[in-house]
């Protein structure tokens, strides 16, 4: 287990701990430990429980534990906790915006023990005796609660791909000539997943084995299927909560019934000029090819990430299909976090691993002072020795650079988080969002705006601020914003973390259409995270990005004249 789940696991003690009443000098060295393992630079997994004990605030007892999730995944004291806590309650720690001591509150004096439960109390205004559950903080709890009902089942697309990896790696083990492939939202890259789709073809004299499947080891769970012929034949199950489907056809209609199953609905069922649909050319035939369909249509082939109902079909008649971006195009990595703030890297360590994966340059951009008391955030004097460390390990570097960033709170309203001289001291700055987010259209657009509207302003970080299946972010005017970045030069990142990936894809081809460049940052906070730009790559596809517009897609070179060219008209307009 990485550093990240460790802590994760540590932290989801101290709640059970405060649920159970456990000994509040207790919780308390938990609480240290952790405050000095987030800033730990290595490995967890790599130090012997003598190493551990050494670390600032852990102790023995913290340290075994540690030990033990190390060799098994968990700790015995830990697992006592868990399974003498009911287990709805273990559903309720983690909801947004309740934390442990109030879900004991509602155990203790409501007899709550199950998210369903404290959805029904608070409709019924149950609540309302109860000490600091006031109408606002039952607001909160009750939107976190539909939220987590509306979104159960549903998946990442960075969870769901391996899952679906997975299981096909399964199926194949176990039944020879086996033809498979995932197919639906996931297939056209979706960032949220709410149906694994596959599609299945044996040879007919066999029948397909599917007690693979049905192992407790499965990475969803357990799994039973009912068959349905009825029509298509279909082979539906429920992986936890998560539906899975199974398309069985004969090898030759695999690719037919894959085009069908890959959809969207709006892009299979597009009218063609004699008044055809994509659907109708191939249902009674079948095909070698996806190209083909297409042809058939006299079209182009129409990459699966972009068949969605927002294609601009006239475009593609008048001007084909662009050279999507690649993972090759990507030359460096903006937007990183080291341990200067809270990355659990050193620069060095980032730099290596950047040089190691191929990359020609890395963004060093760690939290700005605003952030310090969350994220560790950089005061002007710590400013002064990142840069100072930047440019000692540049000077060893011949064919590779890393540039001086930050990541710079946008202040409520609107102004950056440091003075023009420090601003002018980096290369770059890529301008966020992370504190008083509960913003009404009108406020963060007019905040996103004026950030916008600073000269020093080279890329604006994660939109919306979204966290996938968890918040919404707050409500935006994506076209009052993109024209904004447009009159004012400014890049738009589309943030690689596959639990954010704003900006959002389907607003990506208007930017484009104003002229405006995007960047695939990582938001990395250690050398693990450099592996997300693979998720803002298909992102970026899907909104029809293209080499020629991504920023990081120049080289060393190219890049280096861009920020001082930018620098340079900054310093000239402050």
């Given at each position: 287990?990485?550093?990240?789940?460790?802590?994760?696991?540590?932290?989801?003690?101290?709640?059970?701990?405060?649920?159970?009443?456990?000994?509040?000098?207790?919780?308390?060295?938990?609480?240290?430990?952790?405050?000095?393992?987030?800033?730990?630079?290595?490995?967890?997994?790599?130090?012997?429980?003598e190493e551990l004990e050494k670390i600032n605030g852990v102790g023995k007892s913290i340290a075994t534990a540690i030990d033990q999730i190390n060799a098994t995944g968990t700790f015995d004291y830990y697992e006592q906790l868990y399974l003498k806590t009911p287990e709805g309650l273990h559903e309720l720690l983690g909801l947004k915006g309740i934390g442990a001591k109030k879900i004991k509150q509602l155990w203790q004096e409501l007899d709550i023990t199950s998210s369903k439960a404290l959805l029904e109390a608070i409709e019924k205004g149950e609540l309302k005796a109860l000490k600091g559950f006031g109408g606002k903080t039952q607001e909160n709890?009750?939107?976190?609660?539909?939220?987590?009902?509306?979104?159960?089942?549903?998946?990442?697309?960075?969870?769901?791909?391996?899952?679906?990896?997975?299981?096909?790696?399964?199926?194949?083990?176990?039944?020879?000539?086996?033809?498979?492939?995932?197919?639906?939202?996931?297939?056209?890259?979706?960032?949220?997943?709410?149906?694994?789709?596959?599609?299945?073809?044996?040879?007919?004299?066999?029948?397909?084995?599917?007690?693979?499947?049905?192992?407790?080891?499965?990475?969803?769970?357990?799994?039973?299927?009912?068959?349905?012929?009825?029509?298509?034949?279909?082979?539906?199950?429920?992986?936890?909560?998560?539906?899975?489907?199974?398309?069985?056809?004969?090898?030759?209609?695999?690719?037919?019934?894959?085009?069908?199953?890959?959809?969207?609905?709006?892009?299979?069922?597009?009218?063609?000029?004699?008044?055809?649909?994509?659907?109708?050319?191939?249902?009674?035939?079948?095909?070698?090819?996806?190209?083909?369909?297409?042809?058939?249509?006299?079209?182009?082939?129409?990459?699966?990430?972009l068949r969605e109902e927002h294609l601009n079909w006239s475009a593609i008649k008048e001007n084909g299909i662009p050279d999507l971006i690649q993972m090759?195009?990507?030359?460096?990595?903006?937007?990183?976090?080291?341990?200067?703030?809270?990355?659990?890297?050193?620069?060095?360590?980032?730099?290596?691993?950047?040089?190691?994966?191929?990359?020609?340059?890395?963004?060093?951009?760690?939290?700005?002072?605003?952030?310090?008391?969350?994220?560790?955030?950089?005061?002007?004097?710590?400013?002064?020795?990142?840069?100072?460390?930047?440019?000692?390990?540049?000077?060893?570097?011949?064919?590779?650079?890393?540039?001086?960033?930050?990541?710079?709170?946008?202040?409520p309203d609107g102004s950056l988080d440091y003075d023009n001289n420090t601003l002018a001291s980096f290369d770059f700055i890529v301008c966020s969002i992370h504190s008083a987010m509960s913003m009404d259209k009108e406020k963060a657009t007019a905040r996103l705006v004026k950030a916008i509207e600073n000269p020093f302003t080279t890329i604006l970080g994660h939109m919306t601020g979204r966290i996938l299946l968890r918040r919404d972010g707050y409500p935006v005017d994506h076209k009052v914003i993109i024209e904004a970045c447009a009159q004012h030069n400014v890049v738009i990142e589309i943030n690689a973390n596959p639990h954010r990936l704003d900006i959002d894809w389907r607003w990506i081809n208007y930017a484009l259409d104003r002229g405006v460049m995007l960047s695939i940052n990582p938001d990395a906070h250690s050398i693990d995270g450099f592996a997300d730009m693979y998720y803002g790559l298909q992102v970026g596809r899907k909104g029809g990005l293209t080499k020629s517009n991504n920023l990081n897609s120049m080289t060393l070179k190219e890049i280096d004249d861009y920020f001082a060219t930018r620098k340079a008209k900054a310093l000239s307009l402050a």
């Amino acid at each position: 287990m990485n550093n990240k789940k460790i802590v994760k696991l540590l932290k989801n003690t101290i709640a059970l701990m405060e649920l159970h009443d456990e000994n509040e000098f207790k919780i308390k060295s938990y609480n240290n430990a952790i405050f000095n393992l987030e800033r730990f630079q290595s490995a967890l997994e790599e130090q012997s429980k003598e190493e551990l004990e050494k670390i600032n605030g852990v102790g023995k007892s913290i340290a075994t534990a540690i030990d033990q999730i190390n060799a098994t995944g968990t700790f015995d004291y830990y697992e006592q906790l868990y399974l003498k806590t009911p287990e709805g309650l273990h559903e309720l720690l983690g909801l947004k915006g309740i934390g442990a001591k109030k879900i004991k509150q509602l155990w203790q004096e409501l007899d709550i023990t199950s998210s369903k439960a404290l959805l029904e109390a608070i409709e019924k205004g149950e609540l309302k005796a109860l000490k600091g559950f006031g109408g606002k903080t039952q607001e909160n709890i009750k939107a976190a609660l539909i939220r987590k009902r509306e979104n159960e089942g549903k998946l990442l697309f960075s969870e769901a791909e391996p899952i679906a990896m997975a299981l096909i790696d399964r199926l194949k083990k176990a039944n020879e000539n086996l033809q498979i492939e995932v197919s639906g939202a996931l297939r056209r890259k979706l960032e949220v997943i709410e149906e694994l789709i596959f599609v299945v073809a044996s040879d007919p004299d066999k029948a397909i084995d599917w007690q693979s499947l049905e192992s407790p080891s499965n990475p969803l769970g357990p799994v039973e299927f009912d068959m349905k012929i009825s029509g298509p034949r279909l082979k539906r199950g429920l992986m936890n909560k998560t539906p899975v489907a199974f398309h069985l056809c004969s090898k030759v209609d695999f690719v037919k019934t894959l085009f069908l199953t890959t959809g969207s609905e709006e892009h299979i069922n597009y009218e063609t000029e004699d008044g055809s649909t994509l659907k109708s050319l191939i249902y009674n035939e079948p095909v070698n090819d996806e190209k083909e369909i297409y042809s058939k249509a006299n079209l182009p082939f129409i990459p699966v990430e972009l068949r969605e109902e927002h294609l601009n079909w006239s475009a593609i008649k008048e001007n084909g299909i662009p050279d999507l971006i690649q993972m090759n195009d990507l030359k460096g990595i903006l937007h990183n976090h080291s341990t200067y703030s809270d990355g659990l890297h050193s620069l060095e360590e980032m730099a290596l691993e950047c040089q190691r994966l191929g990359y020609e340059y890395l963004g060093i951009t760690d939290h700005s002072k605003s952030s310090f008391f969350y994220a560790n955030g950089l005061y002007e004097n710590r400013v002064k020795d990142q840069q100072a460390e930047i440019d000692a390990l540049n000077a060893r570097y011949s064919d590779f650079k890393i540039f001086k960033g930050i990541e710079c709170d946008i202040l409520p309203d609107g102004s950056l988080d440091y003075d023009n001289n420090t601003l002018a001291s980096f290369d770059f700055i890529v301008c966020s969002i992370h504190s008083a987010m509960s913003m009404d259209k009108e406020k963060a657009t007019a905040r996103l705006v004026k950030a916008i509207e600073n000269p020093f302003t080279t890329i604006l970080g994660h939109m919306t601020g979204r966290i996938l299946l968890r918040r919404d972010g707050y409500p935006v005017d994506h076209k009052v914003i993109i024209e904004a970045c447009a009159q004012h030069n400014v890049v738009i990142e589309i943030n690689a973390n596959p639990h954010r990936l704003d900006i959002d894809w389907r607003w990506i081809n208007y930017a484009l259409d104003r002229g405006v460049m995007l960047s695939i940052n990582p938001d990395a906070h250690s050398i693990d995270g450099f592996a997300d730009m693979y998720y803002g790559l298909q992102v970026g596809r899907k909104g029809g990005l293209t080499k020629s517009n991504n920023l990081n897609s120049m080289t060393l070179k190219e890049i280096d004249d861009y920020f001082a060219t930018r620098k340079a008209k900054a310093l000239s307009l402050a």
